[in-house]
């Protein structure tokens, strides 16, 4: 069922990347390093956590960056909460 669900969502993430915004070519680069990360990341957490509960922190961290991801994409929450903390605003155009 895992490997159902992680090729569903990999497939479904390859067809819909050209419609998120920004440039697909930077979709793209961000989507293979956010799976270099997550080998990286995943290995040792398999390997101390054991099976069962690696798979819960990883469907925890998919959840919440789902989630990031419509909340960015609708609206809701704005890419430039980082000036909100504190950090100067960039001298670059948006």
């Not at 090729?7 to 799976?35: A, E, Q, R, V």
């Not at 919440?64 to 903390?85: E, R, T």
């Amino acid at each position: 069922m895992q490997w159902i669900s992680a090729s569903f969502g990999t497939y479904l993430l390859l067809y819909l990347n050209k419609y998120l915004s920004g440039s697909i070519y930077m979709n793209y680069y961000f989507d293979g390093l956010s799976g270099v990360i997550a080998y990286i990341i995943g290995k040792p957490l398999y390997k101390y956590c054991k099976i069962r509960n690696a798979f819960i922190v990883s469907e925890a961290i998919t959840i919440v960056g789902g989630l990031g991801l419509v909340l960015f994409q609708s609206g809701a929450i704005s890419p430039y909460f980082i000036d909100g903390m504190g950090c100067p605003p960039s001298p670059y155009p948006p």
